[in-house]
């Protein structure tokens, strides 16, 4: 019987708030009636405007700081029942119209788009005058009913940049919240830098009542800018030429050989920022993010300034960038022929031959040879590029071989090596073998007679001539090639072998790891066992690029404008002989035969 009359207790006192915010509908509805007798000057956004909460005091009307923006509520579509029904209290107490329970009419000095901590913090807000609001539900019938003075909440964003206050309004006769009592409740919760006096004051003011307020705002890190590299000389220096309008070297604009001074600047260093710490509304330092320094494009012989902000050349020589690195080479230079007045030539470094190569002689060097004229029945070995202006006529005795790339006008009756590319105008009777790509599209780029054998692509303007003589195309793996994967192969095993050898000396010695000569074993190959882990970690790279570069050997392709008969092509195991004449032509693999397609 006591729980019925409770619940009856309950019904009526909801019935009496819907009863009221009813009439404040239907005033409401009317009011929007009359709206629609002005003048066309008012706008729709005036018409949409919340309901007004009271006028503000005579002095506010002076500052525009005073004045409480109020957005659409349609911009939050969470409602607010509990604080709706709190306001609705208070509403009734003052004979004040109610809001709509959506969150956007809860916003105070907050710009549009609000974010989720926002939401949030008005959701919370809500149950904690849904818990007021049951505390008071048992003094319905006590009379007079107990006061609940207004009170102020205070929230601060979890980056420590913003602090919101907001004040519940006081019930039943309570005592309303001062200006005062807010900024003791901002203290209280460590709030002390950054805060807005003014907004303070005006969050206590019966128009303000239940509506959050950015009371306080901190001051954001900054974080440093990144360092960068700033390049004097350009990082394109060495490539492998530059082509005219008519597809023509331009001899004279290779670009290949760049000559740099002892100490002559290269590149500068823009060094990062530290950036700038903020300052969050408690007062604590908020660190922010130095910005990183970059990665120095330094190599062999070249140097760092001792601030740190120039990259110069240590010795004069000639300057490339490989591997993301600018490195400066010595070049020896011969100024005339390599004959009998200079001998054979075997240098570490790079080598510049003014001259020609004679018959029967040598050049070796560990960098790059650069031949300003031609090469005869001798031998040129280069461990990085071979550059000859003119070409080679070995008769089939002389021999190009490079651990880089190889570029010539023409190669007649020679064997060719290059691990890179290789370019030439013209290739005739000659055996070339390549590691990437055999590229006669310059000039006349043509490729006639011998065997040309590659690991990526064979491109030339035309191949084999009219008189029907043999030309062998070839995408295969050279030679070099399939001893590197077995050295490689081998090598990985053998520091596999070595480090299951050390797991197993480690797992024995463990044992009497107290004796200080076990002790001393065990630091010995631990040290060892670190070194043939990171040996073993390259061979693997190694392995996958080799294997990587094997499997794309099927869809390596053959391409050529012009193609005469005879033509031997093979591709990956798979042969094929073209003995018809062709244009526009694209050899490629299909399952267990070679197709010729057309080139767009």
């Known amino acids: 019987m006591k729980q019925k009359t409770e619940r009856d207790k309950e019904e009526k ?25 002005q003048p066309e000057e008012q706008s729709a956004q005036e018409r949409a405007q919340p309901p007004d909460l009271g006028e503000p005091p005579a002095d506010s009307e002076t500052k525009q700081t005073a004045e409480i923006p109020t957005y659409d509520a349609s911009q939050m579509t969470v409602t607010l029942l509990s604080l709706q029904k709190f306001y609705g209290l208070w509403a009734q107490e ?12 809860y916003i105070g000095n907050l710009p549009p788009p609000w974010d989720d901590e926002t939401t949030d913090l008005l959701k919370k807000l809500d149950t904690e005058a849904e818990g007021i609001l049951k505390a008071t539900e048992s003094t319905e019938n006590v009379t007079p009913r107990p006061k609940i003075d207004g009170r102020v909440e205070v929230a601060v964003s979890k980056d420590g940049l913003r602090a919101w206050i907001f004040v519940f309004p006081p019930l039943f006769g309570g005592t309303p919240a001062s200006a005062e009592a807010a900024s003791a409740a901002l203290k209280a919760a460590g709030v002390t830098t950054g805060v807005d006096e003014e907004t303070v004051a005006q969050a206590v003011q ?11 705002a901190g001051t954001p890190p900054v974080n440093g800018e990144d360092g960068r ?19 023509v070297i331009d001899y004279k604009n290779l670009n290949w050989l760049v000559h740099v001074e002892e100490k002559q600047l290269i590149c500068r260093v823009v060094l990062p920022t530290p950036g700038k710490s903020g300052l969050s509304v408690q007062g604590k330092e908020i660190s922010c993010t ?12 070249t140097q760092l300034s001792e601030d740190g902000t120039e990259i110069t050349a240590k010795v004069e020589g000639q300057i490339f960038y490989e591997n993301n690195r600018y490195k400066v080479m010595d070049v020896i230079q011969i100024q005339g022929d390599v004959d009998l007045s200079t001998g054979n030539i075997n240098v570490k470094g790079n080598v510049f031959v003014q001259g020609n190569v004679r018959d029967s002689f040598i050049v070796r060097a560990t960098g790059d040879i650069n031949i300003a004229g031609s090469v005869g029945m001798a031998t040129v070995e280069a461990g990085g590029n071979i550059f000859v202006r003119n070409g080679i006529n070995g008769n089939e005795q002389g021999t190009l071989r490079a651990g880089g790339e190889i570029k010539c006008r023409y190669i007649e009756s020679a064997k060719v090596y290059a691990a890179g590319n290789l370019y030439a105008d013209s290739i005739a009777n000659s055996t070339v073998v390549c590691g990437s790509s055999v590229l006669a599209e310059s000039g006349h ?13 064979i491109r030339a303007k035309e191949v084999g001539n009219e008189r029907g003589q043999v030309t062998r195309l070839s995408l295969e793996c050279t030679p070099e090639f399939l001893e590197l994967r077995k050295s490689v192969t081998k090598e990985f095993q053998e520091i596999q072998s070595k480090i299951e050898t050390a797991q197993q000396q480690t797992d024995v010695l463990k044992k009497g790891e107290k004796d200080p000569k076990i002790q001393a074993a065990l630091k010995d190959i631990h040290f060892r066992l670190s070194i043939f882990l990171v040996k073993q970690e390259k061979l693997k790279k190694l392995m996958n690029e080799i294997e990587e570069k094997e499997e ?17 092509a093979r591709i990956n195991g798979v042969s094929h002989i073209f003995n018809k004449e062709a244009t526009n032509c694209l050899i490629f693999r299909s399952g267990t035969d070679l197709e010729l397609g057309r080139t767009s």
């Open 13 to 37: 006192s909801e019935s009496l708030l819907l009863s009221l915010y009813q009439k404040f509908v239907k005033r409401r509805d009317s009011a929007k009636t009359e709206e629609t007798d």
């Open 94 to 105: 003052n004979s004040t119209p109610v809001r709509d329970p959506s969150c956007g009419r």
């Open 206 to 216: 019966e128009r303000a009542y239940m509506r959050l307020f950015l009371a306080a």
């Open 229 to 247: 590299i700033e390049e004097v000389i350009p990082h394109t220096v060495g490539t492998p030429y530059m082509q005219s309008d008519k597809d």
């Open 290 to 301: 130095p910005g990183k320094k970059p990665d120095l494009p330094i190599g062999a012989n």
């Open 445 to 457: 780029g043509v490729i006639i007679g011998g065997s040309i054998t590659a690991m990526e692509g």
């Open 552 to 568: 794309k050997l099927d869809m390596a392709q053959i391409r050529v404008v012009t193609m005469y008969p005879t033509v031997a």
